[in-house]
């Protein structure tokens, strides 16, 4: 069942913060973050395993609430290089994930 | 770190040929590739899980006869469009994954079009 990310369009301003949440209606026992550009494959930002799991990179972590079967992408002041759309995954091991419908960010100088 | 390499990047053929897509594991053995199917402004489709030695394993709605795959080593997937019709144009992308602890990696995919 595809998870549900929220918003589904993001335009912030060079600086600015923005959360893009995921949400499922099924267990969740990891999440997936990716984020891809235009005409480009996926690039893995992060994964979540554990509930209560918080991790991050530079200006960009991720939450996990195991209970609420959510998940949440935070973007720290955000840079031009952050445009893109991002994408939610869940399920993984031999079934291969399944994503969200994506939440297009778009940062403007 | 784990790369796949996934080639033609992009192909445009006639319609009722077909097209053979490949991916392969640079720097590690995948047991396992996963073959997506991206329309425009969409999400990635999980088409059908391919693993090594044997019988391929397809999404519900999505046509084994049509959608060949064929994982005949360690390093190598293939896909295969055959007899391509206008509404199979499509971004194709390949994903394996090494370890359970760690994210997928995405070939560069393969932009289909086909006249």
């Known amino acids: 069942q595809q998870p549900v990310q929220s918003p589904q369009a993001v335009i912030l301003r060079e600086g600015e913060d923005a959360v893009i949440n995921c949400s499922s209606s099924k267990a969740l026992y990891s999440v997936h973050w990716y984020r891809q550009k235009h005409g480009e494959a996926p690039v893995f930002l992060m994964i979540l395993l554990k509930g209560g799991e918080q991790k991050g990179h530079d200006k960009i972590s991720a939450s996990f609430n195991e209970k609420k079967q959510q998940s949440s992408l935070y973007l720290t002041a955000s840079q031009l290089s952050y445009s893109g759309t991002y994408f939610c995954g869940t399920g993984g091991g031999a079934d291969g994930l399944t994503f969200g419908k994506g939440t297009h960010l778009i940062i403007q100088p | 770190g784990a790369v796949v390499s996934q080639h033609p990047s992009w192909v445009i053929c006639k319609s009722g040929t077909s097209v053979k897509i490949e991916c392969r594991s640079l720097d590690f053995q995948a047991t396992t590739m996963f073959w997506y199917r991206q329309f425009p402004k969409q999400s990635l489709m999980l088409m059908a899980t391919s693993n090594e030695g044997s019988k391929a394993t397809y999404e519900q709605g999505v046509e084994k006869d049509k959608f060949l795959i064929n994982h005949a080593s360690l390093t190598l997937s293939t896909l295969t469009v055959t007899s391509a019709h206008p509404e199979d144009s499509s971004f194709y992308i390949c994903?394996?994954?090494?370890?359970?602890?760690?994210?997928?990696?995405f070939g560069s995919g393969t932009r289909l079009t086909v006249v």
């Open positions: 994903s394996a994954r090494v370890g359970q602890f760690n994210g997928y990696t």
